[in-house]
């Protein structure tokens, strides 16, 4: 009631909003205003895509829903369950989203996002990365007993027996997942290596191996179906053979986890993967938009792009260039190529500096004047993410919800 | 007295702190304990080093100081004023010492970035990127009631009417610079369109046209001293033929600022250049080390590396290969060259992932195990302060301080 009362207009009347898909009535809010809904995240039925403050990370709920409904029906469907990375969205809400649509978790790539998810309430953690050092060993136990169900990796004994001494302290078990080395990231030689860690494991009486993990991320970005399937069966199959090495020493196993975006369809038609960990699917990105699909399509289509940068014309040094404002520090920039404009394709994005981007005009292309708005696909979804505190959720041309990016520089 | 009669040790005693250089007797605080001196910034006399979870962004203040106190006394030195740039720091705490130091302000690119700064009580800011859109311009008009020595940015007539008439509402003069595209960034052609430009904002009565801005950041980064000083030189050189045109039209002006850390020994010998308003000297960057001094040095080596980010090694999947937990999302990306290992030089540093590095050993390098920790000088500074919330302020090996990056993520 409040707010309504306070609803007026600010500035000059010749001041007009831009145009924009909305089926909301154009209101007149004050910034102050504004700022009070975002914070308290009570912007449905009152904020447009126009009143963002820009550079602004949008989600196209429509678009997310549907990824998050096709990714997890199709592996459920092969019968294999689905942890989502964390690490791709940093957010609460959304591994909320994930769990309540039917994933068993989340994966959190550090501590320190684990923590944060489980501060929200999040549970079914996996912690990806093996936790090394006294105090990140300290706060593993001290998360283990907020959330008995995470599991933490472990790849070398020594680190192990640190855990288990943890545990022992906090008087919890904890569950482990040996992290395999199959090409990427990080973990333990497949075969004998692994297969004696985890027999060494046997002899910690706080922890409890339930798992093996691997990932082989440099499969995922494979570009062609076919070679990609083939790297990646050929990665993954060291990882079947090494669960099979260890049950063969009569160790229970529960699971192997492993799997991205890109090998979806891949994996999941392998014999003994019995979970999946993607995390971008629900978004997608430039990069994963050329890897190529299954259907032969050079553009990777399975999963349409929920996730964007809305920026703003702030000037025109000159007819043929228009800069935006974001540069730098609005976008990944890991990838060897810019961000790509959402509608009117013959404009070209190239970075300007941290804070600036500068569009160039192919025939064809729609012009932009200063105050106009441009949207972007990002390079690459999950380090862009992790520049925003907020996402803002659209429907059309609605902000239907604001989710905070908890997670956000948990990268400890 | 709480904090020391809490001070136990919580692992077993089979884990013993890595040797750092220290002068500080090795303490035993549990991970709570550490946490709650991080929180709260009651770090010295306690923490060294070793306790910081990584990654984690390092500032020594031995350099940083000297760095400050060179810069500063140099341009003053040169009879000209110098506004360091925000965008680098975003640092509430920096930008007052730099004032303390001599500085008459601090730039902030965005109106976001310089309420952050005005909130903590720094003054004399210029926000360098013209402000657009009406909800922005409500803020500029907000931020110059409570910080009314705020200089913003115009760079065409209508954005500057909508701002006067927003000061007017707010019952505030605003002063202005006119932001002059010399070929980076943003604003309005040099000569006969800015020099309309000074004469069109006569008659907006609620601002007052004081200054010009314009920065060469292509000019900052040419490798070679002689080369570097030509490009600039032209570049600078239009600003002031601006400037003195439209004072010959009888406008007063007080300022031009520009400049940065490539060109502070170039633009101080420039007659016209009144004020600069450079970044990177506080910190430095592999990207600004590659530019050449004016020494004749391939190495820029005027202002010391004081910026590092710290990691752990957290794997280690075969002999010649070690993963640290800093990848994609602890470094800026935006350079074609990788972080570089602050010592044991022999190592080379690659991109693991998002959450990953992985080193790689050349001949005399000293090998690195797990829980070991290395130090990396990173590519470009700017972008990577804004990763983090907190820097971690070094006095030799012990925390003396940690300052909170205020404004980082305030790209709008």
């Excluded at 906090?170 to 297969?195: C, E, F, H, S, Y």
């Excluded at 300007?352 to 192919?362: A, I, N, V």
């Amino acid at each position: 009631m409040m707010m309504l009362a306070s609803r007026r207009t600010f500035m000059s009347t010749t001041l007009v909003a831009a145009a924009v898909p909305s089926a909301l009535p154009a209101a007149s809010y004050t910034w102050a205003e504004i700022e009070k809904f975002i914070e308290k995240g009570d912007v449905k039925g009152k904020l447009t895509r126009a009143d963002l403050p820009t550079p602004a990370l949008l989600l196209d709920l429509d678009a997310f829903e549907a990824n998050v409904s096709k990714m997890i029906g199709y592996v459920k469907g092969k019968g294999r369950a689905i942890r989502p990375h964390g690490k791709t969205h940093k957010c609460p809400e959304i591994a909320q989203r994930l769990i309540a649509a039917g994933a068993v978790g989340a994966c959190a790539a550090k501590i320190s996002e684990a923590e944060a998810f489980a501060a929200a309430g999040v549970r079914g953690l996996l912690v990806t990365t093996a936790v090394v050092g006294k105090y990140k060993i300290e706060r593993a136990a001290r998360l283990a007993r907020l959330a008995p169900d995470t599991m933490f990796c472990v790849d070398n004994m020594q680190m192990a027996e640190e855990l288990d001494a943890a545990a022992r302290a906090a008087k919890v078990t904890i569950p482990v997942a040996i992290d395999l080395w199959i090409g990427n990231r990080t973990g333990i030689q497949p075969g004998a290596p692994a297969v004696a860690l985890a027999e060494g494991l046997q002899r910690l009486k706080n922890l409890k191996l339930t798992t093996v993990q691997a990932y082989a991320g440099h499969a995922a970005h494979v570009v062609g179906f076919a070679q990609r399937k083939k790297v990646s069966t050929e990665e993954m199959g060291k990882a079947v053979e090494t669960i099979n090495a260890i049950r063969a020493k009569g160790i229970a196993m529960e699971r192997l986890t492993g799997g991205s975006t890109g090998t979806y369809n891949i994996d999941t038609d392998i014999d003994g993967v019995t979970e999946l960990q993607p995390g971008s699917f629900m978004f997608m990105d430039v990069d994963y938009n050329r890897i190529g699909g299954a259907d032969g399509n050079e553009f990777y289509g399975d999963f349409p792009n929920s996730l964007t940068v809305l920026t703003t014309v702030v000037s025109k040094p000159h007819d043929a260039l228009v800069i935006v404002d974001g540069g730098l520090k609005a976008f990944s920039t890991d990838k060897p190529f810019p961000p790509r404009i959402k509608d009117n394709s013959a404009v070209t994005f190239a970075y300007g500096g941290d804070e600036h981007g500068k569009l160039t005009f192919g025939a064809g292309a729609k012009a932009l004047s200063v105050g106009d708005k441009a949207e972007f696909v990002i390079p690459h979804c999950d380090p862009s993410v992790n520049l925003y505190d907020r996402l803002f959720c659209l429907r059309g041309g609605n902000v239907e919800a604001v989710w905070r990016i908890a997670a956000r520089g948990m990268a400890q």
